[in-house]
């Protein structure tokens, strides 16, 4: 079922979705066969909704400079990464499209050390520059450029501990033959679109559009095609 409305019909909009680049396996870059789950995914919703769009691939923190001036519409962001899950007043959300989950991760010998969330308090936490976390005035940040930089660092004790999406941080893992922990859960919920507020008559041909996908299955069959083989290899 397509989902029509005269308000969407001369709007485009354009939008963000890629992370970083190793942000795997939401975002693959440079294989337009299996470009990942959001790329995936995230098309399929605005053609149901019937709105036209423009993506783009800016990197995060440009990302979050371009939704702010209205040089973006839109990009894909978990509550969970901000303060009090606030996106702020310039923005709505939209329903829930697939869950997402952020850990601790380290090496074996040091996991115990990070097996709770407080041990990151007042310490120097590897993370992915441009990334939102919802509790970094905790902690200071050593940001690098990629999932794939920080298992790096881990291993070259740069540091001792860094916060990276459970998924991205088994693949970067298994694809470098550099093993790794997930630690303490740093933040586990949904990723939503974070949508300009001036948009918003378009969230209910949105929210109709990731229905139908969640009910006829098309997203569980995308999540499931990317993450049984992380999964297994671990």
């Not at 973006?72 to 702020?88: H, I, K, R, Y």
């Not at 115990?112 to 902690?139: C, E, M, P």
Request: net charge negative; aromatic share 8%; glycine share 4%.
């Amino acid at each position: 079922m397509l989902f029509c409305s005269h308000a969407s019909a001369d709007v485009v909009l354009k939008y963000n979705i890629n992370g970083s680049s190793s942000w795997v396996p939401y975002y693959i870059p440079y294989q337009p066969e299996q470009p990942g789950i959001l790329a995936e995914i995230v098309p399929q919703i605005l053609v149901l909704a019937q709105i036209q769009n423009e993506k783009h691939n800016y990197p995060p923190k440009r990302t979050n400079q371009a939704l702010e001036t209205g040089l973006l519409d839109f990009d894909l962001v978990s509550p969970s990464w901000f303060p009090d899950e606030d996106m702020g007043e310039s923005f709505v959300q939209s329903d829930a499209i697939i869950q997402i989950k952020e850990n601790i991760i380290a090496l074996e010998e040091n996991a115990q050390k990070w097996a709770n969330i407080h041990a990151i308090k007042d310490q120097s936490i590897g993370t992915v520059r441009g990334y939102l976390y919802h509790d970094d005035s905790q902690f200071t940040r050593i940001d690098f450029t990629s999932e794939r930089e920080l298992i790096k660092a881990l291993h070259k004790n740069r540091i001792e501990a860094a916060i990276s999406g459970d998924l991205p941080a088994l693949y970067w893992s298994n694809k470098l033959n550099q093993k790794i922990v997930l630690a303490a859960v740093h933040s586990n919920g949904v990723l939503v679109m974070r949508l300009r507020k001036e948009h918003q008559r378009l969230l209910p041909q949105i929210n109709a559009a990731i229905a139908q996908l969640k009910a006829d299955g098309t997203i569980d069959t995308i999540i499931d095609k990317y993450t049984k083989k992380i999964v297994l290899t671990q």
